[in-house]
């Protein structure tokens, strides 16, 4: 069955330290991955995907995402955290059923940002 | 434009009580979401309609009703609910590309607490 794991559940880092959120997927086909982030309260914002193609992508606010195979994980990354990425991010994998399909989300990692 | 509008933003419900949220997009997708997250959890999916039909029922009780009336709108229909119950709502949608997997866009999502 598909699944995702982030297996951090808090990370905590000082402003301006480079950020790394892992996230680990199981699914039999190519997987359509993304990953969300969510301010207390707030809807899911998109911030990159990876569906085929370079396998480094790059989304917004300066985030990127590395997708390897071999080890069936696409963590998330960005060089410099600033106070305002303190939010929780879900990493998801889309997952077709019948006519349609769903996002199977991770469990989520909350972040931390010491200033 | 990539925006998903939901009202209300909060609302208060006695169980014994109906009421309805209402999702709007105007990117002229055809699949529309509905999820419900719990504190501190990733979102679960409820309702998919595909095309103004149901197309994935996530075995969600009957006191939770949707609603399509068009292409634009998602309704989602409440009655005699369970504390337990109160939760984000959060409303998406996208295109349908099937057999391919494409971005969802989430709206703000609506607080419910059901007293």
């Known amino acids: 069955a598909q699944s995702v794991t982030q297996p951090d559940i808090h990370i905590t880092v000082s402003e301006g330290a480079s950020l790394e959120l892992r996230c680990n997927y199981s699914?039999?086909?190519?997987?359509?991955l993304f990953w969300y982030v969510q301010s207390p309260g707030q809807g899911l914002q998109l911030l990159l995907k990876y569906f085929s193609g370079d396998t480094l992508v790059q989304g917004i606010k300066g985030f990127e995402a590395e997708f390897k195979r071999s080890q069936s994980s696409f963590n998330l990354r960005k060089p410099s955290v600033h106070w305002s990425d303190a939010a929780e991010y879900f990493c998801a994998v889309g997952a077709t059923m019948d006519s349609s399909y769903k996002l199977i989300f991770g469990s989520g990692t909350r972040l931390l940002v010491r200033p | 434009d990539t925006e998903v509008t939901q009202t209300p933003k909060h609302l208060v419900m006695g169980m014994t009580n109906k009421k309805s949220l209402k999702c709007e997009q105007h990117m002229g997708h055809r699949a529309m979401y509905w999820y419900k997250q719990k504190a501190k959890k990733p979102p679960e999916l409820m309702f998919v309609y595909s095309y103004e039909k149901l197309s994935i029922n996530e075995s969600v009780p009957s006191r939770f009703s949707p609603e399509c009336p068009n292409s634009s709108l998602l309704n989602l229909h409440l009655h005699a609910l369970q504390p337990e119950d109160s939760a984000l709502y959060l409303c998406a949608s996208s295109q349908v590309v099937l057999p391919m997997i494409v971005t969802q866009y989430f709206g703000p999502g609506t607080r419910l607490l059901v007293l």
């Open positions: 699914y039999g086909a190519t997987p359509y």
